[in-house]
C-alpha cells in the first residue's frame, strides 16, 4: 500500500535556524515520483519540488535543500537559514507510475519560524 | 499566465441541497484533478482527468459525488443531497500531464449546515 509520513506535526524555530521536515513513504512500485508542497496562511498550495524514483541525487535551490534516499525511503527537506516567510504548512507527496499521478499526501508539518 | 481558478471561493449550503463547484485549469493542461482538504482527514483525492482517457473515480467517497470536464478543459464537481460531513475545502489542480507537477487552485471553502 502507498503511505507518506510526515512525523513532525508542528515545528517551531528562531529566525536563522536552519531546519529540516522529515518524509517517509512507501510503495510497492519502482517508478514513483515525490514532491513537496508549500501552504502558506493563504491557503493555497504552492509546488516546490517533483524528483522521480531513478535520481537521487540530491538538490539545492536557493536556501531549501532536498536528501532523497532510496534505502531509507525518505525525502528530507531543509530550510537554511530560515525566515519568517517560510512559515507554513509543508506537505510531502507521493504519486505512482502505475496510478495515474494522483497524489497521495503526508498529514502536513507546520513551519513557525519565529522573528 | 493564469493561473487554476476555482469558483465559488466560499459555499454554504444547508444540508440535503445539491452543489457545483468549478475549476478552470491552466490552459493546455491534459491532467485534472479534484482532492479535498478537512481537519480530520488531511489532503485525499477525489478523481483524476487526463486527456479523453475515462476518469480514475477511485477517491470518489459516495456515489453522491461525480464529476465531468467538459472539452478537455473546465470540471464540474457536484455533490448531492450534501451532508455535513462534506463540509471542506475542495481543491483542483492541473498538470501538463499525469505524474508531472500539479498546480492547484485556491480551492472552494464548503460548509453544510
Known amino acids: 500500500a502507498q503511505k507518506v509520513t510526515q512525523a513532525q506535526t508542528e515545528i517551531s524555530v528562531v529566525e536563522k535556524e536552519d531546519v529540516t521536515l522529515d518524509c517517509v513513504y512507501e510503495?510497492?512500485?519502482?517508478?514513483?515520483?515525490l514532491f513537496w508542497y508549500k501552504q502558506p496562511p493563504s491557503g493555497e498550495l504552492v509546488f516546490l519540488i517533483r524528483?522521480?524514483?531513478?535520481?537521487?541525487q540530491n538538490e539545492i535551490s536557493g536556501r531549501y535543500s532536498w536528501n532523497f534516499q532510496k534505502s531509507t525511503s525518505s525525502f528530507n527537506f531543509t530550510i537554511t537559514a530560515s525566515q519568517v516567510v517560510d512559515s507554513a504548512v509543508y506537505f510531502c507527496a507521493l504519486s505512482e507510475a502505475l496510478r495515474g499521478g494522483k497524489l497521495i499526501f503526508g498529514q502536513g508539518t507546520e513551519l513557525s519560524v519565529k522573528p | 499566465g493564469a493561473g487554476v481558478s476555482q469558483s465559488p471561493s466560499n459555499k454554504v449550503t444547508e444540508k440535503g441541497k445539491d452543489v457545483e463547484l468549478r475549476c478552470d485549469p491552466i490552459s493546455g493542461h491534459t491532467a485534472l484533478y479534484w482532492y479535498r482538504q478537512s481537519l480530520g482527514q488531511g489532503l485525499e483525492f477525489l478523481i483524476y482527468?487526463?486527456?479523453?482517457?475515462?476518469?480514475?473515480k477511485s477517491g470518489l467517497p459516495s456515489d453522491r459525488f461525480s464529476a465531468e470536464r467538459t472539452g478537455g478543459s473546465v470540471s464540474t464537481l457536484t455533490i448531492q443531497r450534501t451532508q455535513q460531513e462534506d463540509s471542506a475545502v475542495y481543491l483542483c489542480?492541473?498538470?501538463?500531464?499525469?505524474?508531472?507537477?500539479?498546480?492547484f487552485g485556491p480551492g472552494t471553502r464548503l460548509t453544510v449546515t
Open positions: 489542480a492541473s498538470g501538463v500531464s499525469g505524474l508531472y507537477e500539479q498546480y
Open positions: 524528483r522521480n524514483s531513478f535520481d537521487e
Open positions: 510503495t510497492r512500485d519502482t517508478t514513483y515520483y
Open positions: 482527468f487526463q486527456g479523453n482517457s475515462a476518469p480514475d
